[in-house]
């Protein structure tokens, strides 16, 4: 089991940044592929980033590429979402998710075994 913590939401304008942290406690944390997700009102919940286990590899949803980074601190069991260039549509409730299994995509939600509780992401027109 892992626990997942979420924080560094917030209000910004458009084009302004945002780190999001995920604190980790629980079983070893470099055993878990990291992942952030985001839920918007009335929206379904969807993918944004991935990092695998050594951070070797990264992925993005298209929309926040070259404009978000995803980051893993294996030391500190932390995993970041920087994102910059925010807009108005990045407006959701963002989750930290964990997957120990090795099967499913990456950018499906329900590949995933742990999730935090959320925190809110507003960007201002």
């Known amino acids: 089991q892992v626990q997942l913590v979420e924080s560094g939401g917030g209000l910004v304008q458009a084009g302004g940044s945002l780190r999001l942290s995920c604190a980790a406690s629980g079983r070893t944390f470099s055993s878990y592929v990291m992942g952030w997700f985001r839920q918007a009102p009335g929206k379904e919940r969807e993918f944004v980033a991935v990092?695998?286990?050594?951070?070797?590899?990264?992925y993005y949803e298209d929309s926040v590429k070259g404009r978000f980074t995803i980051s893993r601190d294996n030391a500190k069991n932390t995993v970041y979402l920087q994102m910059n260039s925010l807009k108005p549509e990045d407006t959701a409730v963002y989750y930290c998710a964990a997957r120990d299994n090795y099967s499913g995509s990456y950018y499906v939600a329900t590949s995933y075994d742990y999730w935090g509780q959320g925190t809110q992401v507003t960007v201002s027109s």
């Open positions: 990092i695998t286990r050594s951070a070797d590899r990264t």
